[in-house]
């Protein structure tokens, strides 16, 4: 469960970076024309919440919540340094994020 909530917790603050006006383009690049991705910070903030729900709901106590709350910097700290230096690092890592939620339930 805990790979489900790092991976979703990671796409939403790439959703949510890449819905600044300032970070839109490095991050979506070509695909920042697509209409789906007109509004990205609206499905940045329901990953961040599902991400909690997951994150409360767990059943090992507080641990999973506070994990949470340590990987916010975690996960920032991979998209800032992925935009100032070489915006296709973030990208990259959002296809490793999406299997990370769709493996979190199996392992």
């Not at 991050?27 to 599902?50: E, I």
């Not at 991400?51 to 090992?60: K, P, R």
């Not at 070489?86 to 490793?96: L, S, T």
């Amino acid at each position: 469960m805990t790979l489900a909530i790092t991976g979703l917790l990671y796409l939403g603050m790439f959703a949510l970076a890449a819905g600044m006006s300032r970070h839109g383009d490095p991050l979506l690049g070509a695909q920042a024309k697509l209409a789906a991705l007109r509004h990205p910070a609206r499905y940045g903030w329901a990953l961040l919440v599902l991400s909690f729900l997951l994150a409360c709901l767990a059943h090992d106590g507080g641990q999973t919540l506070v994990f949470w709350f340590g990987f916010i910097p975690l996960a920032s700290a991979i998209l800032v340094l992925g935009i100032t230096y070489r915006p296709a690092i973030p990208r990259i890592c959002v296809p490793i994020a999406a299997l990370l939620v769709l493996a979190g339930p199996l392992l």
